[in-house]
């Protein structure tokens, strides 16, 4: 394939059909139009449906349009698309990619370091499809907090907010994380050799800073115990993060790198899977000693009330099925692969879990007087348990389309998925 080099970087010359119009980007097409078709839903719910308020009321007391008006805005299904709801869909997957995508670029670096050669010769395509998850993430966090509106970020800063804190880490971050896949790419060039090693441990520091940057927001949420008492949060997202990296790894390589490594795939394979069975009895220890310091208030409604079916669910599909999936599936691509399925949709249970339990029963000491019971909101119950609204469910769907197309586009330019030599 004829090639342009810029600045040591070899861009394949791929024509305009073969860039955009392969498999690949028409299945990312049709998700991106479903994610495009939920932006549409979700600011039509927010910016142009009908709804009442007091006012109307007093002007108009005998409207029926007005009495329509007030039920779509007490008991519509608008939920946090009208933003009358606690944090729910968009912050889950928003967590979920960003962590994930993370955690993919954590590991990878950290056996760049240990001198893995298996992962130093795959490193690159595993780089740039958890960058491809960072960007998906970020599309379903730039919807949440309104497209339109972000300019104002930029424009009046709120340094002391938790979510303004998330702006300059990426506009580090993303630069970050390019440069180390161009060092990757270009590996024949003397001076990327001499700084790569440097740039890879501050590529892990960025990580963990990221990683706690993410856990103080949650942490400033005084009003959510659940939040603020679970232990050592930072690691609780990184070792939930490395799960989820690792399963996606999985599933990845089998599609990537099965034909390309050949005789090495198995090495490849058994590594990640034996990576797998270290996280996961991470995670089943941390979620172990967390309860020891959580709420015993809390700690009852996720063993058992009203969290406990989705609790239980999440420990089978992320611990305890994965677990004997991939120690028994060593000599099988099909367990294995089980396995990693069920590590992703487990992982993403426990976002859900995460999220939505921090927002159901708030409880904090605003007056100084102990905690409050989480019986005072019962009321509020059915407009915190609510099913994500249609919109919602299709930009999430469309942020697998995000990071579809982005790492296909890389992929098709620069040859991130080639097997490197070292």
Do not use: C
């Not at 109307?56 to 329509?68: F, K, Q, T």
């Not at 180390?180 to 790569?196: D, G, M, V």
């Not at 892990?204 to 603020?228: C, G, P, S």
């Amino acid at each position: 394939m004829e090639k342009y080099v810029i600045a040591g970087l070899e861009i394949n010359r791929v024509s305009f059909k073969d860039l955009f119009f392969n498999r690949t980007m028409l299945i990312a097409y049709i998700l991106l139009a479903l994610g495009i078709y939920g932006i549409y839903e979700v600011f039509d719910e927010r910016y142009f449906m009908l709804t009442a308020n007091a006012h109307d009321a007093a002007l108009n007391p005998g409207s029926r349009d007005v009495a329509i008006a007030m039920k779509e805005a007490v008991f519509g299904d608008g939920g946090e698309v009208k933003r009358d709801a606690p944090w729910s869909l968009y912050i889950v997957n928003y967590m979920y990619m960003i962590y994930s995508g993370s955690g993919i670029i954590f590991l990878v670096a950290l056996a760049e370091i240990f001198n893995v050669e298996i992962i130093k010769k795959t490193a690159a395509g595993f780089m740039m499809f958890g960058l491809a998850m960072v960007f998906g993430g970020l599309f379903t966090i730039a919807v949440d907090l309104n497209i339109l509106h972000m300019h104002w970020m930029f424009l009046s800063p709120n340094v002391t907010a938790g979510m303004w804190l998330m702006l300059p880490l990426y506009l580090f971050y993303i630069p970050f994380v390019l440069f180390e896949i161009y060092l990757l790419i270009t590996k024949n060039h003397e001076w990327a050799k001499r700084i790569a090693y440097p740039v890879i441990i501050m590529s892990i520091v960025v990580d963990i800073v990221e990683y706690y940057i993410q856990a103080k927001l949650f942490d400033m949420n005084t009003a959510r115990h659940l939040w603020t008492t679970y232990p050592a949060l930072t690691l609780y997202f990184i070792v939930s993060a490395f799960v989820a990296a690792v399963a996606i790894m999985i599933i990845y390589s089998i599609f990537v790198y099965r034909d390309k490594l050949k005789d090495e795939f198995g090495e490849l394979l058994n590594l990640l899977r034996k990576t797998s069975l270290y996280v996961i009895g991470l995670l089943a220890a941390y979620e172990a000693t967390a309860f020891l310091f959580i709420d015993k208030n809390w700690g009852g409604i996720i063993l058992f009330g009203d969290f406990k079916y989705y609790f239980y669910l999440y420990l089978s599909l992320a611990v305890a099925l994965p677990f004997m999936l991939e120690f028994k599936g060593h000599k099988s691509i099909v367990l294995t692969s089980l396995g990693a399925v069920s590590m992703i949709i487990g992982t993403y249970i426990g976002r859900y879990i995460f999220v939505y339990g921090g927002n159901a029963y708030p409880m904090s000491d605003r007056f100084g007087t102990g905690f409050e019971k989480y019986g005072e909101y019962e009321q509020m119950k059915d407009f915190i348990f609510y099913f994500p609204h249609f919109g919602e469910v299709l930009v999430v769907i469309g942020s697998i389309g995000v990071v579809l197309a982005a790492y296909k586009i890389f992929d098709s330019l620069f040859s991130v998925s080639r097997i490197s030599s070292h």
